[in-house]
């Protein structure tokens, strides 16, 4: 476990709302910029400093703005560098890997998502400089953000200012952006860049004003880069602040989309720093209330749940059903911002329970891809819809089906993933089933849902293969734990398919019997007959399930008869790697050890498959062959959970601890990649599910809280059917 | 067969020393840049626009500077942009796609590597401006260019001009370059970039002078972009002229790259644009004067020959031993540079004629490569040294093994020819001994060419399967001919590696008796004793060699059986892909079609193999079934000496203006990826080695020449074991 570095998080409530630090640490500014990360659900921005680091991430994104890379297939482009300002005093220019640093804060407001920064440096020339920075994206609006630099001195000193929009940015050693045009004169300038294969169009644009001196400003910049650049003599006992207000808008959202930047910067800067905060905080106010969780006698817990919130109400769609949240969310090149199984099965669930309508927008984004995961199960000899593995613009499957060797770069690694994780299917229809029991939203089912349920099963029942055992088999597959790839039988695949289709046969009755008229249009669309309905019963009914006598579910075909390593006593402080580090791919698919359990997973989605002591047994067996300290940084959250499903909250607070510190401590050195999404989501998941025990049944709610002892209460609200409910659960 | 352009291939006298176009086409833009590259041996630069345009391709190449990239393993870093010259008239940017382009000229001096080009342009204000664009690459020295833009107008503009160095440059979406620092004052800027992955320190640097008019200068630009503008107002009646003396030196050949640079480019700017150039047009006459070939009767044979000797001249590493030419030179990006069996099969010949101080760096280069071929031939569980068949920086294999399927961006295409395609460790021994043959350079031989061909054998025969038929045997290898890969027996392989081991018998009882020291020194270092010497002359008496009765070598085991189809009747003049193309992959390895024929490949390097009339039979065979219009561009030049060798010259001079027009014409529509470097050196082979008929032998040398009917002479030069001779050849 590393240091918790700088990261304040001893004090209550207001530092519960605030993530801070107080020196700078080079080595660690990547992991920083990803903390640092705001946004407002469309446009996100790292950390990044306004005048930049050597080393540095400097990276922002716009949902949609997907371009074609190698290998990867395709990424939402890194857009060009719109939050920069640099700064001469006296000729030199200031950088912290310069002149000497006196005094570092930075903060991000959790409840304004407001990022502010203090730096006092010693230029080159001796003179002391006191600087102040802030940055918010308008969580009101899609495309609005605004800088601010304040700049202070001991002495009198020359100050030069450049506010500039900078092209030549970088996917991480890609590039993405033609230059098109640009324009500057002394109060904005505007720049148009437009994708490479894809060819959207981009309009960034920005309004500057200067106060507290008399400058001189004055277009500037180089092809790529258009600037205004401001200079003046800043006296002693005065403060200049520049302000920048920003604008970047897509071809995808608009017509005109420079024009359009230009006109909202411009707009923006009339009405003023002050009226923009405002109408950001309203709607930041809005969404706390709707979504905060409050834990009582745990800053930690607090804060990093907060965080977690934080992380997730930034990056996901509020202002399109066309996006979701990719694995890393809007915060970094991790996983090129694919949408996963993680999506769903994670994130989903606490926008379904507070924020129902961006819950929506993300089920949406299925429905919109439907095409593509028809396309999938086309090309794979199935019928129905097979929704990818790796999901980007448009719904057809992205996961590279081989990356570069890191060790030998001139091989390649085949990734199995895209062709055989076959689950996600029914985890997109599981999360569909849970918006709706949690909203009632019945349009939304009749509209989307159905198809989304309806279609899977038609995939499900097709790719089912009968075998002389009478059963039906799924082979070749990859579950959850990825430690064991290639298997078959998987049983959190195979429950997950029968469940799906028992889902659909219900949901066909529901619509049939209530909007016949859709029932009517959907089954000849996607061509459900009377024999398709029952096909899918008897797949259902013959799904190969193996239970033991003694209530255990074998993981897949084999994985029993695997050697069966302890874990707890090969557990090793000073070890940093996973298992699967440790033994290698083809060793640790030798063992039982595993990367997260399926079968808990499993339980935790569907604990009606577990009846009697069922959970306990199969807790019992797989919890302990679980690498939770170094396995998936999806599973602490779930082991939380089952952990109070078994009673045990001490075991499940650990368990939480690890999910909380996943990017705030930057637990697995990969926080830089960005956020952990999934890790995110299901924190919320831990406390509202787990230790607060919410249960949401066809006929109600209702808790059995399991709280660690050392909470003293928590308390959120979510909305039943449109009608808010307040959850207090007390020590 | 494209149109000319406008290419002017007409006149006589001094037009075969001068590529020229009179209009300016943006299609061909591309095609343009790489015909109009100039270089030094050293330092090559596209022929790229000054103030660009959109969509090209504007690059520049050092030797050496090489950095890592996915997939392709490796590639020449496209330097900074150094010759860019931005400008401005009453506000208005000049580019070619705005205003009015009144009147177009460029045009390539080859006699000394001067690019010029004149633009008559009417600004979008009304102003009708003339324009004058010159650089060229200092052919004296390693690290200099300069370019120079002259200005007038038929009224008074405001003028203003950016010269400047620009970081942000890619190499077809790759970044390789992290700007390290930059400086400019109001006279001169530079810059200090470093690649990637090599971490290779690149200093650029500029001074500049502006004559002819009133002028303010001041130094600017942006991150990565340090520029010089000077504005004044110009003229009716005057020419102002800006001149920029570039330096660009890599930390491969400085220690201190970046203080070079800007002392070699003031130094320059001191000494003046005429003093430079008379240095450079001295260098230029001395390689003209011993590298011009004469034709007369024909100036497009003319023009193409020095063409194609000019672009090899400005690609092959004058000043170092540690770099070759790559299958594009530096004129591309295409096959990134690297370097295959073309250098020595095609490039190397005309240098060890001519300029063989040159053919032996090329040779050193693999020398130099041979820890790297060593290690290859251990990875495939042999002896020796097996050259890569894509090699770079170092003399490692970088052949990639898959690349992306250009037709679905989610698959990659698996390349066989770096694992199997294993003649080209011969190929090189030929170059030795073809360089030793003329040249007589014994202290090359003795300390660097015979470990090249010894360590080659001791591959060979560590490789070679002797099988249940007394025969050794090579299986599952690509020939030269790659419609037919993964074939048992090629022909060229197993003759190439006998014909290498009998070559190694024979350079070891030489060096034994010339040189007993070396012998012993490399017998021990290389393991070769008595037993080994013993399995080469085993392994090269008992190789698959068959020849039927008829005398006809079958290209590789089963050939015969293929399906027989008639080329001749195929052969349709609006057809403009290859046979490949039209039949596929799979389908055209299932015919008799050659991309290329081995066995006549074999035949024009060792026609000894083929005594009586086997040369006559197997071109009667082989030539008919090759794809002359559309395959390999190796092809042509080879084809034309075959047919020479045949007795038909008329028939060769077809294939030679396949040849010629390679690049000129742009015949396969991707010249823009750079020079087809190993067709221009086989239009020297054609000439020299076809129609002149040279042929040199332990004995002396002697010319069977066969000219086209319309060619009246042909003259050339070339060093005789340091003996200058000429050859003159009238009709």
């Given at each position: 476990?590393?240091e918790?570095r700088a990261?304040?998080?001893?004090?209550?409530?207001?530092?519960?709302?605030?993530?801070?630090e107080d020196a700078f640490d080079p080595d660690a500014q990547l992991h920083s910029?990803?903390?640092?990360?705001?946004?407002?659900?469309?446009?996100?921005?790292?950390?990044?400093?306004?005048?930049?680091?050597?080393?540095?991430?400097?990276?922002?994104?716009?949902?949609?703005?997907?371009?074609?890379?190698?290998?990867?297939?395709?990424?939402?482009?890194?857009?060009?560098?719109?939050?920069?300002?640099?700064?001469?005093?006296?000729?030199?220019?200031?950088?912290l890997?310069?002149?000497?640093?006196?005094?570092f804060?930075r903060?991000?407001?959790?409840?304004?998502?407001?990022?502010?920064?203090?730096?006092?440096?010693?230029?080159?020339?001796?003179?002391?400089?006191?600087?102040?920075?802030?940055?918010?994206?308008?969580?009101?609006?899609?495309?609005?953000?605004?800088?601010?630099?304040?700049?202070?001195?001991?002495?009198?000193?020359?100050?030069?200012?450049?506010?500039?929009?900078?092209?030549?940015?970088?996917?991480?050693?890609?590039?993405?952006?033609?230059?098109?045009?640009?324009?500057?004169?002394?109060?904005?300038?505007?720049?148009?860049?437009?994708?490479?294969?894809?060819?959207?169009?981009?309009?960034?644009?920005?309004?500057?004003?200067?106060?507290?001196?008399?400058?001189?400003?004055?277009?500037?910049?180089?092809?790529?880069?258009?600037?205004?650049?401001?200079?003046?003599?800043?006296?002693?006992?005065?403060?200049?602040?520049?302000?920048?207000?920003?604008?970047?808008?897509?071809?995808?959202?608009?017509?005109?989309?420079?024009?359009?930047?230009?006109?909202?910067?411009?707009?923006?800067?009339?009405?003023?720093?002050?009226?923009?905060?405002?109408?950001?905080?309203?709607?930041?106010?809005?969404?706390?209330?709707?979504?905060?969780?409050?834990?009582?006698?745990?800053?930690?817990?607090?804060?990093?749940?907060?965080?977690?919130?934080?992380?997730?109400?930034?990056?996901?769609?509020?202002?399109?059903?066309?996006?979701?949240?990719?694995?890393?969310?809007?915060?970094?090149?991790?996983?090129?911002?694919?949408?996963?199984?993680?999506?769903?099965?994670?994130?989903?669930?606490?926008?379904?329970?507070?924020?129902?309508?961006?819950?929506?927008?993300?089920?949406?984004?299925?429905?919109?891809?439907?095409?593509?995961?028809?396309?999938?199960?086309?090309?794979?000899?199935?019928?129905?819809?097979?929704?990818?593995?790796?999901?980007?613009?448009?719904?057809?499957?992205?996961?590279?089906?081989?990356?570069?060797?890191?060790?030998?770069?001139?091989?390649?690694?085949?990734?199995?993933?895209?062709?055989?994780?076959?689950?996600?299917?029914?985890?997109?229809?599981?999360?569909?089933?849970?918006?709706?029991?949690?909203?009632?939203?019945?349009?939304?089912?009749?509209?989307?849902?159905?198809?989304?349920?309806?279609?899977?099963?038609?995939?499900?029942?097709?790719?089912?293969?009968?075998?002389?055992?009478?059963?039906?088999?799924?082979?070749?597959?990859?579950?959850?734990?990825?430690?064991?790839?290639?298997?078959?039988?998987?049983?959190?695949?195979?429950?997950?398919?029968?469940?799906?289709?028992?889902?659909?046969?219900?949901?066909?009755?529901?619509?049939?019997?209530?909007?016949?008229?859709?029932?009517?249009?959907?089954?000849?669309?996607?061509?459900?007959?009377?024999?398709?309905?029952?096909?899918?019963?008897?797949?259902?009914?013959?799904?190969?399930?193996?239970?033991?006598?003694?209530?255990?579910?074998?993981?897949?075909?084999?994985?029993?008869?695997?050697?069966?390593?302890?874990?707890?006593?090969?557990?090793?402080?000073?070890?940093?790697?996973?298992?699967?580090?440790?033994?290698?791919?083809?060793?640790?698919?030798?063992?039982?050890?595993?990367?997260?359990?399926?079968?808990?997973?499993?339980?935790?989605?569907?604990?009606?498959?577990?009846?009697?002591?069922?959970?306990?047994?199969?807790?019992?067996?797989?919890?302990?062959?679980?690498?939770?300290?170094?396995?998936?940084?999806?599973?602490?959250?779930?082991?939380?959970?089952?952990?109070?499903?078994?009673?045990?909250?001490?075991?499940?607070?650990?368990?939480?601890?690890?999910?909380?510190?996943?990017?705030?401590?930057?637990?697995?050195?990969?926080?830089?990649?960005?956020?952990?999404?999934?890790?995110?989501?299901?924190?919320?998941?831990?406390?509202?599910?787990?230790?607060?025990?919410?249960?949401?049944?066809?006929?109600?709610?209702?808790?059995?809280?399991?709280?660690?002892?050392?909470?003293?209460?928590?308390?959120?609200?979510?909305?039943?059917?449109?009608?808010?409910?307040?959850?207090?659960?007390?020590?």
């Open positions: 476990m590393n918790l990261l304040d998080l001893a004090a209550g409530d207001p530092a519960t709302w605030q993530v801070s910029e990803t903390v640092f990360t705001i946004g407002n659900g469309q446009l996100c921005v790292r950390g990044s400093f306004e005048e930049g680091y050597p080393g540095d991430h400097p990276a922002a994104f716009l949902h949609r703005v997907w371009d074609d890379m190698p290998v990867s297939v395709t990424e939402l482009a890194n857009l060009p560098r719109w939050w920069g300002v640099d700064l001469w005093f006296d000729g030199e220019r200031f950088r890997d310069t002149g000497r640093l006196l005094a804060t903060r991000l407001d959790l409840r304004t998502g407001v990022l502010s920064r203090t730096v006092r440096w010693e230029a080159p020339s001796g003179a002391v400089v006191e600087l102040g920075f802030e940055r918010f994206v308008d969580f009101s609006s899609p495309h609005r953000a605004a800088v601010r630099v304040s700049v202070a001195s001991d002495r009198p000193v020359q100050v030069r200012t450049r506010a500039g929009l900078d092209a030549h940015v970088e996917n991480t050693g890609l590039l993405h952006w033609r230059v098109v045009d640009q324009g500057a004169d002394d109060t904005a300038a505007w720049l148009h860049t437009r994708t490479r294969t894809t060819r959207i169009d981009l309009g960034s644009a920005f309004a500057v004003t200067l106060d507290g001196a008399e400058a001189d400003a004055a277009a500037g910049g180089t092809d790529g880069v258009p600037t205004v650049e401001h200079t003046f003599v800043l006296h002693p006992g005065r403060t200049a602040r520049l302000t920048k207000h920003v604008a970047i808008v897509s071809g995808v959202d608009a017509v005109d989309p420079v024009t359009e930047a230009s006109r909202l910067a411009k707009e923006a800067s009339g009405a003023g720093w002050d009226a923009l905060r405002e109408e950001s905080d309203t709607a930041w106010a809005q969404a706390w209330e709707r979504s905060d969780v409050v834990i009582e006698g745990d800053p930690e817990a607090q804060l990093a749940l907060r965080f977690s919130l934080f992380q997730l109400l930034i990056a996901a769609p509020r202002f399109t059903e066309h996006a979701s949240i990719g694995a890393k969310t809007l915060s970094g090149f991790g996983y090129r911002h694919h949408v996963f199984w993680d999506t769903e099965t994670f994130m989903v669930p606490p926008f379904s329970y507070s924020q129902p309508e961006i819950a929506r927008n993300m089920l949406m984004y299925r429905w919109h891809g439907l095409a593509g995961a028809r396309d999938k199960a086309r090309a794979n000899g199935h019928r129905g819809a097979q929704f990818p593995w790796e999901s980007a613009g448009t719904g057809e499957e992205v996961t590279p089906t081989w990356v570069p060797d890191p060790d030998d770069r001139t091989k390649l690694i085949r990734i199995w993933t895209g062709d055989i994780e076959i689950h996600i299917t029914a985890d997109i229809a599981l999360a569909v089933m849970q918006y709706w029991l949690v909203t009632g939203d019945d349009t939304f089912i009749c509209e989307h849902g159905a198809e989304l349920i309806l279609d899977g099963a038609v995939f499900w029942a097709s790719a089912a293969a009968l075998e002389d055992d009478g059963s039906y088999h799924f082979r070749n597959v990859v579950g959850p734990d990825e430690y064991h790839d290639r298997v078959d039988d998987n049983a959190y695949t195979n429950q997950l398919a029968a469940w799906h289709l028992r889902t659909a046969t219900a949901m066909a009755g529901w619509l049939a019997e209530h909007h016949p008229g859709r029932w009517a249009e959907l089954s000849a669309a996607l061509a459900i007959d009377g024999d398709e309905l029952e096909r899918w019963s008897a797949v259902a009914a013959a799904m190969y399930l193996p239970v033991g006598s003694d209530g255990l579910l074998e993981q897949f075909a084999g994985y029993f008869a695997l050697t069966d390593l302890d874990v707890a006593e090969l557990r090793d402080p000073s070890r940093n790697v996973s298992m699967q580090q440790l033994y290698g791919i083809e060793g640790i698919a030798q063992t039982q050890v595993l990367k997260q359990p399926d079968v808990l997973m499993l339980a935790y989605l569907l604990p009606e498959l577990f009846p009697g002591d069922g959970l306990a047994r199969n807790y019992a067996y797989y919890d302990p062959r679980t690498d939770h300290e170094h396995g998936s940084s999806l599973g602490p959250a779930i082991s939380a959970v089952m952990a109070c499903r078994a009673g045990e909250p001490e075991v499940g607070y650990q368990h939480f601890l690890r999910a909380a510190r996943a990017d705030l401590v930057d637990v697995r050195h990969n926080a830089g990649d960005g956020i952990h999404g999934a890790s995110a989501g299901g924190l919320w998941q831990a406390v509202v599910f787990g230790f607060a025990g919410l249960v949401v049944t066809p006929h109600g709610w209702h808790t059995t809280p399991m709280l660690p002892k050392h909470w003293t209460r928590v308390e959120f609200g979510f909305d039943h059917h449109g009608v808010r409910q307040r959850v207090v659960v007390e020590a």
